[in-house]
Protein backbone atom coordinates (compact mmCIF):
# COMPACT_ATOMS: atom_id res chain seq x y z
CA UNK A 1 0.00 0.00 0.00
CA UNK A 2 1.51 3.75 -0.58
CA UNK A 3 1.24 6.40 1.38
CA UNK A 4 -1.80 7.69 -1.13
CA UNK A 5 -3.80 5.06 -1.03
CA UNK A 6 -3.54 4.64 3.67
CA UNK A 7 -6.53 6.17 4.98
CA UNK A 8 -5.96 5.30 8.74
CA UNK A 9 -3.17 5.17 10.85
CA UNK A 10 -3.07 3.85 14.38
CA UNK A 11 -1.30 5.36 17.53
CA UNK A 12 -0.30 3.85 20.45
CA UNK A 13 0.54 5.81 23.88
CA UNK A 14 -1.37 9.74 24.30
CA UNK A 15 1.49 10.64 26.21
CA UNK A 16 3.35 14.18 25.08
CA UNK A 17 4.63 12.78 21.70
CA UNK A 18 1.80 10.51 21.39
CA UNK A 19 -0.87 13.68 21.20
CA UNK A 20 1.57 14.98 18.86
CA UNK A 21 1.29 12.47 16.62
CA UNK A 22 -2.26 11.85 16.96
CA UNK A 23 -2.70 15.93 16.23
CA UNK A 24 -0.33 15.78 13.11
CA UNK A 25 -2.14 12.73 11.31
CA UNK A 26 -5.46 14.01 12.13
CA UNK A 27 -4.54 17.15 10.83
CA UNK A 28 -2.81 15.53 7.49
CA UNK A 29 -6.27 13.49 6.51
CA UNK A 30 -5.57 10.12 8.75
CA UNK A 31 -8.39 8.70 10.54
CA UNK A 32 -6.39 8.07 13.69
CA UNK A 33 -7.12 5.62 16.12
CA UNK A 34 -5.07 6.09 19.45
CA UNK A 35 -4.78 4.12 22.17
CA UNK A 36 -3.44 4.53 25.96
CA UNK A 37 -3.61 2.04 29.14
CA UNK A 38 -7.02 3.83 30.88
CA UNK A 39 -9.66 6.38 29.88
CA UNK A 40 -7.60 9.37 32.13
CA UNK A 41 -4.51 9.15 29.68
CA UNK A 42 -7.34 9.20 26.71
CA UNK A 43 -8.48 11.86 27.85
CA UNK A 44 -5.90 14.14 28.84
CA UNK A 45 -4.62 13.85 24.87
CA UNK A 46 -8.13 14.63 23.94
CA UNK A 47 -8.49 17.76 25.67
CA UNK A 48 -4.80 18.81 24.68
CA UNK A 49 -5.44 18.47 20.76
CA UNK A 50 -8.69 20.43 21.34
CA UNK A 51 -7.00 22.97 23.27
CA UNK A 52 -4.05 23.51 20.48
CA UNK A 53 -6.71 23.50 17.59
CA UNK A 54 -8.52 26.36 19.93
CA UNK A 55 -5.34 28.23 20.04
CA UNK A 56 -4.86 27.54 16.04
CA UNK A 57 -8.88 29.02 15.69
CA UNK A 58 -7.95 31.92 17.55
CA UNK A 59 -4.27 32.72 15.18
CA UNK A 60 -7.11 32.33 12.59
CA UNK A 61 -4.43 29.24 11.29
CA UNK A 62 -7.55 27.29 10.76
CA UNK A 63 -11.67 27.36 10.78
CA UNK A 64 -13.57 26.33 13.57
CA UNK A 65 -15.14 23.98 11.05
CA UNK A 66 -11.68 22.49 10.16
CA UNK A 67 -10.97 22.04 14.17
CA UNK A 68 -14.17 19.81 14.39
CA UNK A 69 -13.19 18.01 11.48
CA UNK A 70 -9.34 17.24 12.81
CA UNK A 71 -11.22 16.25 16.12
CA UNK A 72 -13.81 14.28 14.20
CA UNK A 73 -10.65 12.18 12.63
CA UNK A 74 -9.75 11.04 15.92
CA UNK A 75 -10.64 7.59 18.16
CA UNK A 76 -9.46 6.89 21.55
CA UNK A 77 -9.54 3.70 23.43
CA UNK A 78 -8.26 1.27 25.96
CA UNK A 79 -8.18 -1.51 24.10
CA UNK A 80 -5.67 -2.55 21.52
CA UNK A 81 -7.33 -4.93 19.71
CA UNK A 82 -9.01 -1.77 17.70
CA UNK A 83 -6.15 -1.21 16.08
CA UNK A 84 -6.60 -4.37 13.88
CA UNK A 85 -6.30 -3.67 10.01
CA UNK A 86 -4.48 -0.35 10.85
CA UNK A 87 -1.81 -0.44 7.93
CA UNK A 88 0.56 1.85 10.21
CA UNK A 89 1.31 1.61 13.74
CA UNK A 90 2.92 4.85 15.42
CA UNK A 91 4.32 3.14 18.89
CA UNK A 92 4.79 6.17 21.50
CA UNK A 93 5.07 4.81 24.84
CA UNK A 94 7.54 4.97 27.89
CA UNK A 95 11.31 4.48 26.92
CA UNK A 96 11.86 1.49 27.52
CA UNK A 97 12.54 -1.82 25.72
CA UNK A 98 10.01 -4.17 27.99
CA UNK A 99 7.65 -1.79 27.69
CA UNK A 100 7.86 -1.85 24.37
CA UNK A 101 8.08 -5.49 23.77
CA UNK A 102 5.11 -6.09 25.74
CA UNK A 103 3.41 -3.50 23.47
CA UNK A 104 4.58 -4.97 20.25
CA UNK A 105 3.32 -8.41 21.66
CA UNK A 106 0.40 -7.37 21.37
CA UNK A 107 0.24 -5.59 18.61
CA UNK A 108 1.51 -8.63 16.47
CA UNK A 109 -1.17 -10.65 18.30
CA UNK A 110 -3.55 -8.53 16.03
CA UNK A 111 -2.19 -6.91 12.99
CA UNK A 112 -1.92 -8.47 9.93
CA UNK A 113 1.33 -9.21 7.17
CA UNK A 114 1.31 -5.79 5.64
CA UNK A 115 1.00 -3.57 8.75
CA UNK A 116 4.29 -1.60 9.82
CA UNK A 117 5.36 -0.24 13.12
CA UNK A 118 6.94 3.02 13.34
CA UNK A 119 8.82 3.31 16.84
CA UNK A 120 8.75 6.76 18.03
CA UNK A 121 12.23 6.46 20.57
CA UNK A 122 15.17 8.52 20.81
CA UNK A 123 17.51 6.58 22.24
CA UNK A 124 16.93 2.63 21.93
CA UNK A 125 17.99 0.46 19.28
CA UNK A 126 16.18 0.17 16.31
CA UNK A 127 17.44 -3.04 15.33
CA UNK A 128 16.62 -4.59 18.99
CA UNK A 129 13.02 -3.41 18.23
CA UNK A 130 12.62 -4.69 14.74
CA UNK A 131 14.38 -8.36 16.77
CA UNK A 132 11.34 -8.46 19.27
CA UNK A 133 8.44 -8.93 16.61
CA UNK A 134 7.08 -10.99 13.97
CA UNK A 135 7.69 -9.16 10.74
CA UNK A 136 11.27 -6.86 11.70
CA UNK A 137 11.21 -6.24 7.61
CA UNK A 138 7.96 -4.13 8.35
CA UNK A 139 9.70 -2.54 11.57
CA UNK A 140 11.22 0.93 11.44
CA UNK A 141 12.30 3.98 13.73
CA UNK A 142 10.43 7.60 12.94
CA UNK A 143 12.24 10.12 15.75
CA UNK A 144 9.88 12.96 16.01
CA UNK A 145 10.70 16.48 18.07
CA UNK A 146 8.49 18.02 21.03
CA UNK A 147 6.14 19.36 20.71
CA UNK A 148 5.56 17.21 17.13
CA UNK A 149 3.04 19.54 15.85
CA UNK A 150 5.50 22.57 15.50
CA UNK A 151 8.76 20.97 15.51
CA UNK A 152 9.29 20.10 11.27
CA UNK A 153 11.79 17.26 11.72
CA UNK A 154 11.64 13.31 12.09
CA UNK A 155 14.51 11.03 12.19
CA UNK A 156 13.90 7.99 10.26
CA UNK A 157 15.84 4.94 11.23
CA UNK A 158 16.22 1.71 9.50
CA UNK A 159 17.03 -1.13 11.54
CA UNK A 160 19.21 -3.84 9.56
CA UNK A 161 16.28 -5.91 9.12
CA UNK A 162 14.24 -3.23 7.57
CA UNK A 163 12.83 -3.31 4.06
CA UNK A 164 13.68 -0.72 1.38
CA UNK A 165 10.12 -0.22 1.11
CA UNK A 166 9.32 -0.02 4.19
CA UNK A 167 11.99 3.15 5.34
CA UNK A 168 9.99 4.67 2.21
CA UNK A 169 6.60 4.53 3.08
CA UNK A 170 8.26 6.13 6.15
CA UNK A 171 10.01 8.63 4.82
CA UNK A 172 6.75 9.68 2.35
CA UNK A 173 4.84 9.11 5.89
CA UNK A 174 6.78 11.98 7.18
CA UNK A 175 5.70 13.99 4.37
CA UNK A 176 2.48 13.45 4.56
CA UNK A 177 2.33 14.97 8.12
CA UNK A 178 4.08 17.95 7.17
CA UNK A 179 7.53 17.18 7.73
CA UNK A 180 11.24 16.88 6.27
CA UNK A 181 12.99 13.88 7.29
CA UNK A 182 16.45 12.79 7.15
CA UNK A 183 17.36 9.37 7.30
CA UNK A 184 20.16 7.93 9.49
CA UNK A 185 21.56 5.01 10.56
CA UNK A 186 20.82 2.51 13.91
CA UNK A 187 22.97 4.56 16.34
CA UNK A 188 22.60 5.29 19.76
CA UNK A 189 21.06 9.03 20.05
CA UNK A 190 20.97 8.42 16.15
CA UNK A 191 21.85 12.20 14.99
CA UNK A 192 20.39 14.83 17.02
CA UNK A 193 20.41 13.38 20.11
CA UNK A 194 24.05 12.14 19.53
CA UNK A 195 25.01 16.15 19.78
CA UNK A 196 22.51 17.31 21.61
CA UNK A 197 22.76 15.40 24.96
CA UNK A 198 26.61 15.73 25.47
CA UNK A 199 26.10 19.30 24.78
CA UNK A 200 23.12 19.47 27.68
CA UNK A 201 25.09 17.13 30.04
CA UNK A 202 28.63 19.54 29.93
CA UNK A 203 26.19 22.49 30.67
CA UNK A 204 25.49 20.57 33.85
CA UNK A 205 29.23 19.82 34.43
CA UNK A 206 30.27 23.51 34.04
CA UNK A 207 27.21 23.96 36.53
CA UNK A 208 28.57 21.48 38.92
CA UNK A 209 32.60 23.20 38.61
CA UNK A 210 30.80 26.56 39.35
CA UNK A 211 32.05 28.17 35.74
CA UNK A 212 28.81 30.07 35.76
CA UNK A 213 25.35 30.27 36.74
CA UNK A 214 22.54 28.24 35.10
CA UNK A 215 20.99 31.77 33.73
CA UNK A 216 24.23 32.79 32.41
CA UNK A 217 24.79 29.75 30.35
CA UNK A 218 21.55 29.86 29.31
CA UNK A 219 21.97 33.35 28.27
CA UNK A 220 25.33 32.53 26.65
CA UNK A 221 23.95 29.82 24.07
CA UNK A 222 21.00 31.77 23.28
CA UNK A 223 22.80 34.90 22.94
CA UNK A 224 26.20 33.55 21.72
CA UNK A 225 25.19 30.31 19.41
CA UNK A 226 21.84 31.91 18.70
CA UNK A 227 19.61 28.68 20.71
CA UNK A 228 16.00 29.57 20.75
CA UNK A 229 16.44 27.65 24.47
CA UNK A 230 19.71 27.73 26.76
CA UNK A 231 20.41 23.93 27.99
CA UNK A 232 18.56 24.30 31.50
CA UNK A 233 14.98 25.98 30.05
CA UNK A 234 15.12 22.99 27.67
CA UNK A 235 16.00 20.46 30.14
CA UNK A 236 13.54 21.80 32.31
CA UNK A 237 10.92 22.05 29.25
CA UNK A 238 11.24 18.08 28.27
CA UNK A 239 11.98 17.12 31.71
CA UNK A 240 15.55 16.80 33.69
CA UNK A 241 15.00 12.82 34.13
CA UNK A 242 14.83 12.36 29.99
CA UNK A 243 18.70 13.71 30.00
CA UNK A 244 19.63 11.96 32.39
CA UNK A 245 18.01 8.63 31.54
CA UNK A 246 19.03 8.98 27.74
CA UNK A 247 22.60 9.62 29.18
CA UNK A 248 22.34 6.38 31.14
CA UNK A 249 21.54 4.67 27.77
CA UNK A 250 24.16 5.83 26.08
CA UNK A 251 27.29 5.73 28.56
CA UNK A 252 26.18 1.83 29.08
CA UNK A 253 25.77 1.57 25.00
CA UNK A 254 29.21 3.11 23.95
CA UNK A 255 31.19 3.56 27.49
CA UNK A 256 32.00 7.15 26.57
CA UNK A 257 32.81 8.96 29.61
CA UNK A 258 31.16 12.12 28.02
CA UNK A 259 27.57 10.34 28.06
CA UNK A 260 27.98 9.78 32.00
CA UNK A 261 25.53 11.77 33.33
CA UNK A 262 26.86 14.22 35.94
CA UNK A 263 25.94 13.76 40.13
CA UNK A 264 23.52 17.00 40.10
CA UNK A 265 21.62 15.58 37.60
CA UNK A 266 21.44 12.42 39.31
CA UNK A 267 20.13 13.80 42.52
CA UNK A 268 17.88 16.01 41.06
CA UNK A 269 16.23 12.77 39.36
CA UNK A 270 16.04 10.87 42.99
CA UNK A 271 14.21 14.37 44.61
CA UNK A 272 12.31 14.63 41.64
CA UNK A 273 13.01 18.10 40.61
CA UNK A 274 12.27 17.30 36.72
CA UNK A 275 11.41 20.59 35.97
CA UNK A 276 8.16 22.52 34.63
CA UNK A 277 5.88 19.74 35.10
CA UNK A 278 6.94 19.06 38.50
CA UNK A 279 7.44 23.35 39.19
CA UNK A 280 10.98 22.54 40.08
CA UNK A 281 14.25 22.01 37.89
CA UNK A 282 16.88 24.25 37.10
CA UNK A 283 14.40 27.00 37.76
CA UNK A 284 11.57 27.33 40.26
CA UNK A 285 8.63 27.80 38.52
CA UNK A 286 6.42 28.73 41.17
CA UNK A 287 7.74 32.13 40.90
CA UNK A 288 6.68 34.95 38.36
CA UNK A 289 8.79 35.04 36.25
CA UNK A 290 10.47 31.57 37.11
CA UNK A 291 13.44 32.21 38.90
CA UNK A 292 17.02 30.17 39.18
CA UNK A 293 18.17 27.81 41.31
CA UNK A 294 14.58 25.62 41.81
CA UNK A 295 16.67 22.71 42.74
CA UNK A 296 20.01 23.52 42.70
CA UNK A 297 21.99 23.87 45.87
Not at 22 to 41: L, N, S, T
Not at 74 to 102: C, W, Y
Not at 106 to 124: E, F, H, P, Q, R
Not at 248 to 268: C, D, Q, S, V, W
Amino acid sequence: MNIEEMKTVGVVGAGSMGTGIIQVAAQAGFEVKAVDVDDAACARSAKAIAKVLSRLVEKEKITGEQKDQVLGRIRFSTDVATLAGVPFLFEAVFESVDVKKAIFAKLDAICGDGTVYATNTSSLSITEMASLVKRPAKFVGMHFFNPVPVMKLVEVIPALQTAQETTDLALAMAKKLGKTAITCKDTPGFVVNRLLVPYMLDAVRLLEAGVASAQDIDTAMKLGCGMPMGPFELMDYTGVEISYYVGEIFHNYTKEARFAPPGLLRNMVKAGYLGKKTGKGFYDYSAKPPQEGGAVR
